[in-house]
T-cell receptor
């Protein structure tokens, strides 16, 4: 069963504008973590931001923020002031479990973001 | 601190040949994971080592794939014999035994092309 859904296969955004990349997830475990990764054309996977299921506040890391709506099971990534270098694939991911080190991370299908000058 | 290192970065082999991919995790990271992304598809989990032990190998596609992590340091992933559908990017990631809130650190991946 699909656990991570990213409904936007491709997105365009004007440079300097903000963009929201959608992610919904499915889990029955009360303890989980949510991640966003960026994969530029060069291929490496870059960790962007993390949100724990028990975190009271939405995570922020520089221009990245995670809009965490627990009841709706959504964890959208917001990129403010888009830059040309933000053009990449973006993957939403989840780790289920009880916060142990034995739980694997599973990925969504990804969203391709293109920033237009 | 050195990151997760994978090599080769690219490999082109013929169907039926053998290829071995290597991953050097961040020093001290007991967790090591292998993932694969086949062209245009999702990133799929292959397996997870905790130190030298296989914690979870539920994602290994078939017995043509063999992963090892002798001594709990670097890991190898061997594909023998390779098939066309094995083409894709193979990622390795590592994390410490505790404190997963920072996410895994991924290597740059090995792009495998089977022709």
């Amino acid at each position: 069963a699909q656990k991570i859904t990213q409904t936007q296969p491709g997105m365009f955004v004007q440079e300097k504008e903000a963009v929201t990349l959608d992610c919904t997830y499915d889990t029955s475990d009360p303890s989980y973590g949510l991640f966003w990764y960026k994969q530029p054309s060069s291929g490496e996977m870059i960790f962007l931001i993390y949100q724990g299921s028990y975190d009271q506040q939405n995570a922020t890391e520089g221009r990245y923020s995670l809009n965490f709506q627990k009841a709706r099971k959504s964890a959208n990534l917001v990129i403010s002031a888009s830059q040309l270098g933000d053009s990449a694939m973006y993957f939403c991911a989840m780790r289920e479990g009880h916060g142990t080190s034995y739980d694997k991370v599973i990925f969504g299908p990804g969203t391709s973001l293109s920033v237009i000058p | 601190e050195a990151g997760v290192t994978q090599f080769p970065s690219h490999s082109v082999i013929e169907k039926g040949q053998t290829v071995t991919l290597r991953c050097d995790p961040i020093s001290g990271h007991d967790n090591l994971y292998w993932y694969r992304r086949v062209m245009g598809k999702e990133i799929k989990f292959l397996l997870h080592f905790v130190k030298e032990s296989k914690q979870d190998e539920s994602g290994m596609p078939n017995n043509r794939f063999l992963a090892e992590r002798t001594g709990g340091t670097y890991s190898t992933l061997k594909v023998q014999p390779a098939e066309l559908e094995d083409s894709g990017v193979y990622f390795c990631a590592s994390s410490p035994l505790t404190g997963l809130s920072g996410g895994y650190t991924f290597g740059s991946g090995t792009r495998l092309t089977v022709v």
